[in-house]
């Protein structure tokens, strides 16, 4: 079965439950239209059972969700960006027909807020519109989640949903069109996609597609990872709290050959020399002493 056929029987087979939610919108204007997802991933932490979601596929609909985000957005003075997709993803397969995240975006436009948004799903063209609308009033962020530049890999980790070529095409045209995008690098998981080669390769994909915001997880929070996504010409790099720290400690402290080394490795990949320079840069202007020192 061709991997169009496996997404389109997902489709078919998706399974809903209606349920009431009590409010809609975080402290922070966070959202989850859905509970649960249909997408496969073999790593997705969501089905811990401290979420206590059972039968995670069978997607829950928050059925109020628009009822109750349109009174809450009605009371707030700020007009702040909302963020959606940390728990569940809002183009889960049953949103062809459903449309509920489409509906959000209208009312999020209604009310004049902006939207950051994350998924893994090429889906989310249907939205282009409203997303330039938003763009236009506030502010709009498309971001989709990377985990493996190979397609094939892709299918394995990550079965039912976009594969990755297909999301780099979605982050292209959202940025031709004047939206800010990003990725979520992650999970980088041990001895699967933690290769040098498939990091170079999403950073140089990455560059293409004219991302702005790189995101990652404790799991990226390797050393030369860090080093590498640090040379990405970026407005925003939004790490994992440990992933700073923890490179910062690896070149201020006496190791400063394995840091020499590291950089090395970062300039190896296949990436433009303007972005070679700004790694070096980085390096030289935050830890002159310690890195311009002789072995």
């Known amino acids: 079965m061709s991997r169009k056929a496996e997404i389109a029987k997902k489709e078919r087979e998706s399974v809903m439950r209606y349920i009431q939610a009590k409010q809609i919108l975080s402290k922070d204007l966070n959202i989850n239209i859905y509970r649960g997802c249909t997408h496969g991933c073999i790593y997705c932490d969501s089905r811990s059972s401290c979420y206590q979601i059972d039968d995670f596929e069978n997607v829950m609909v928050k059925e109020n969700a628009l ?11 700020s007009k702040g960006i909302i963020t959606s997709g940390s728990m569940s993803d809002p183009y889960v397969h049953i949103e062809k027909d459903l449309q509920y995240t489409r509906k959000m975006l209208e ?57 990755t070529s297909e999301r780099f095409e979605v982050l292209k045209t959202f940025s031709q069109a ?13 001895f699967i996609n933690d290769t040098p080669e498939n990091i170079g390769r999403i950073v140089d994909a990455a560059h293409e597609a004219q991302i702005k915001v790189a995101m990652c997880g404790e799991m990226a929070g390797d050393p030369m990872c860090c080093l590498i996504l640090l040379g990405m010409e970026l407005d925003e790099l939004s790490m994992s709290h440990l992933a700073i720290p923890r490179i910062k400690r690896i070149i201020r402290q006496s190791n400063v050959k394995d840091a020499k080394i590291l950089l090395k490795k970062a300039m190896s990949f296949s990436i433009a020399a303007d972005v070679r320079a700004y790694v070096q840069g980085y390096m030289t202007q935050n830890f002159p002493k310690e890195f311009q020192k002789e072995d």
Request: with cysteine; glycine share 8%; net charge positive.
């Open 178 to 190: 004047g939206i800010t995008t990003g990725i979520w690098l992650g999970p980088i998981l041990p």
């Open 67 to 77: 009822d109750l985000l349109g009174q809450e957005l009605a009371k707030k003075r």
């Open 107 to 163: 009312i999020i436009l209604e009310y004049g807020f902006g939207i950051n948004i994350l998924t893994k799903s090429a889906l989310i063209l249907r939205d282009l519109d409203l997303y330039r609308k938003i763009n236009a009033k506030n502010r709009a962020i498309v971001n989709l989640t990377i985990t493996t530049f190979d397609d094939k890999l892709c299918s394995i980790l990550e079965p039912h949903v976009s594969k």
